[in-house]
């Protein structure tokens, strides 16, 4: 029986470290011990060479005995670390213990998972063959970490609000939708965490936060998953201003901390740094040609760019398509979109110079949003209105538009302080701090389309 456990082990890195400090065909007094997947094997006369690979790093092992091992198998090893003649800093085995025994061969050793069906599908053998790959997931997650630092160090408290939900809202978007047995009723997974984190922000907390799964049952993109994670935080007593700034620090932490403030994404060369540039939503679409309030004039101004708008059926849907199609596209630098027409904005204040531009702005870089952000209404009356505004666009074919949220405004009736409130997409930002084509590259297990029966890959076959 193989063993259970392989106590007092040490990462590869460290006992390399030590290996490091001796001479060229010298070995060191001191035993440790390591353990990991042996990827490579060599043979010279009576020794034999192998490759170990753990989390932390490789290491060669030079065996004196026979080794009776095959690629990918898991094994522990005791030994004395030093170089060998050819100066490779190594472990020299005195003890070696088989842990796990692979059943399957490794894909090729030197080119790794060149399938990108195999790498999404089996990501554990993209992992286990890519110490690039590994570097990646290890990437997100100190992002992740230095996103919950930094609000935490600026006295925001982490929360956890409900992902199964009577009713959804907090952003344009249909649900997924399941059912209670216990509860005999519908219930919607999460398409953001805006509403009960507002809900936080009525009852006293004042800066809170989630780092959170939020799922949306829409389109399949290089930027788009229906399970993504993004954090969400507000802020009593800021605004939008407040908030810009705010987004601008948490991302350049997020992308210095790794090395990454200047990076190559989707073959343009970005600089993170702030102070981003700053665009008005209707000034963006101005210097396009083609902003108007009148429905029929906007929807003949895109139609005349070459723009199809069979799927626009009401003038807020024809500005979004204007946007996305005319100005997204090309804001490639970091750039902050703000000032939105209200009818795009059902949870804004409206600014202080006109009532149909709201305080929004969303962040974008290289031509692909990553943040959405607001001064966050606070006045139930107004809320109840949005809210009624937002039915009108869904009568009119927009399904995605808020459904309303009843016990949402019941609660804005007791009182909100005025609030500034971001949502960052971490897929998204992690796909630009490491210049990372798709999304399905920096989520371990993206959901994927089934594979048709008959497939070669499905179903698998069990192992021998």
């Given at each position: 029986?193989?063993?259970?456990?392989?106590?007092?082990?040490?990462?590869?890195?460290?006992?390399?470290?030590?290996?490091?400090?001796?001479?060229?065909?010298?070995?060191?007094?001191?035993?440790?011990?390591?353990?990991?997947?042996?990827?490579?094997?060599?043979?010279?006369?009576?020794?034999?060479?192998?490759?170990?690979?753990?989390?932390?790093?490789?290491?060669?092992?030079?065996?004196?005995?026979?080794?009776?091992?095959?690629?990918?198998?898991?094994?522990?090893?005791?030994?004395?670390?030093?170089?060998?003649?050819?100066?490779?800093?190594?472990?020299?085995?005195?003890?070696?213990?088989?842990?796990?025994?692979?059943?399957?061969?490794?894909?090729?050793?030197?080119?790794?998972?060149?399938?990108?069906?195999?790498?999404?599908?089996?990501?554990?053998?993209?992992?286990?063959?890519?110490?690039?790959?590994?570097?990646?997931?290890?990437?997100?997650?100190?992002?992740?970490?230095?996103?919950?630092a930094y609000l935490d160090g600026e006295g925001f408290l982490?929360?956890?609000?409900?992902?199964?939900?009577?009713?959804?809202?907090?952003?344009?978007?249909?649900?997924?939708?399941?059912?209670?047995?216990?509860?005999?009723?519908?219930?919607?997974?999460?398409?953001?965490?805006?509403?009960?984190?507002?809900?936080?922000?009525?009852?006293?907390?004042?800066?809170?936060?989630?780092?959170?799964?939020?799922?949306?049952?829409?389109?399949?993109?290089?930027?788009?998953?229906?399970?993504?994670?993004?954090?969400?935080?507000?802020?009593?007593?800021?605004?939008?201003?407040?908030?810009?700034?705010?987004?601008?620090?948490?991302?350049?932490?997020?992308?210095?901390?790794?090395?990454?403030?200047?990076?190559?994404?989707?073959?343009?060369?970005?600089?993170?740094?702030?102070?981003?540039?700053?665009?008005?939503?209707?000034?963006?679409?101005?210097?396009?040609?083609?902003?108007?309030?009148?429905?029929?004039?906007?929807?003949?101004?895109?139609?005349?760019?070459?723009?199809?708008?069979?799927?626009?059926?009401?003038?807020?849907?024809?500005?979004?398509?204007?946007?996305?199609?005319?100005?997204?596209?090309?804001?490639?630098?970091?750039?902050?979109?703000?000032?939105?027409?209200?009818?795009?904005?059902?949870?804004?204040?409206?600014?202080?110079?006109?009532?149909?531009?709201?305080?929004?702005?969303?962040?974008?870089?290289?031509?692909?949003?990553?943040?959405?952000?607001?001064?966050?209404?606070?006045?139930?009356?107004?809320?109840?209105?949005?809210?009624?505004?937002?039915?009108?666009?869904?009568?009119?074919?927009?399904?995605?538009?808020?459904?309303?949220?009843?016990?949402?405004?019941?609660?804005?009736?007791?009182?909100?302080?005025?609030?500034?409130?971001?949502?960052?997409?971490?897929?998204?930002?992690?796909?630009?701090?490491?210049?990372?084509?798709?999304?399905?590259?920096?989520?371990?297990?993206?959901?994927?389309?089934?594979?048709?029966?008959?497939?070669?890959?499905?179903?698998?076959?069990?192992?021998?």
């Amino acid at each position: 029986m193989l063993p259970k456990r392989f106590p007092e082990r040490e990462e590869i890195a460290a006992v390399r470290s030590e290996a490091e400090k001796a001479e060229p065909g010298e070995s060191l007094d001191d035993e440790h011990r390591v353990a990991g997947r042996v990827m490579a094997r060599r043979e010279m006369g009576k020794l034999t060479f192998l490759d170990l690979v753990d989390r932390s790093g490789r290491i060669q092992l030079i065996a004196r005995d026979k080794v009776d091992l095959d690629l990918g198998d898991i094994v522990g090893v005791t030994g004395q670390p030093g170089r060998s003649k050819r100066g490779e800093p190594s472990l020299e085995v005195t003890e070696l213990e088989l842990l796990a025994k692979i059943r399957r061969p490794l894909p090729d050793t030197f080119h790794g998972v060149t399938d990108l069906e195999t790498r999404y599908r089996q990501r554990y053998l993209d992992l286990l063959m890519s110490e690039e790959s590994r570097a990646l997931a290890a990437t997100r997650t100190r992002i992740v970490q230095e996103t919950r630092a930094y609000l935490d160090g600026e006295g925001f408290l982490e929360v956890e609000t409900p992902i199964l939900q009577p009713r959804y809202g907090g952003g344009f978007a249909e649900p997924f939708v399941t059912h209670s047995n216990e509860l005999d009723a519908d219930l919607y997974l999460r398409i953001a965490d805006e509403l009960y984190l507002k809900r936080l922000i009525v009852g006293g907390l004042e800066k809170v936060y989630e780092l959170a799964k939020d799922f949306r049952n829409e389109s399949i993109s290089y930027k788009h998953s229906p399970e993504f994670t993004q954090v969400e935080w507000y802020e009593a007593y800021a605004d939008y201003r407040d908030t810009m700034e705010r987004t601008e620090a948490l991302v350049f932490r997020a992308a210095e901390v790794v090395g990454a403030t200047k990076v190559t994404f989707r073959g343009l060369d970005i600089d993170l740094s702030p102070p981003w540039q700053r665009v008005k939503f209707i000034e963006a679409l101005e210097s396009k040609g083609i902003w108007s309030r009148d429905e029929a004039e906007l929807r003949s101004k895109l139609q005349g760019a070459g723009v199809d708008t069979d799927r626009d059926r009401s003038w807020a849907q024809l500005a979004d398509h204007a946007y996305s199609h005319f100005v997204e596209p090309e804001l490639i630098q970091p750039t902050i979109v703000h000032d939105w027409p209200i009818e795009l904005s059902p949870f804004a204040r409206t600014t202080d110079d006109d009532e149909t531009i709201v305080e929004r702005f969303e962040c974008v870089v290289g031509g692909m949003e990553f943040a959405n952000a607001f001064s966050e209404l606070n006045d139930a009356e107004e809320q109840a209105q949005r809210f009624a505004m937002q039915e009108a666009e869904r009568e009119a074919g927009a399904e995605e538009s808020e459904p309303g949220d009843p016990d949402f405004v019941e609660a804005l009736s007791y009182g909100m302080p005025p609030t500034g409130g971001c949502g960052i997409g971490i897929d998204r930002l992690t796909m630009a701090i490491t210049g990372s084509d798709a999304i399905r590259d920096v989520i371990l297990f993206p959901a994927l389309r089934e594979l048709p029966r008959g497939n070669p890959g499905f179903p698998r076959e069990p192992p021998p």
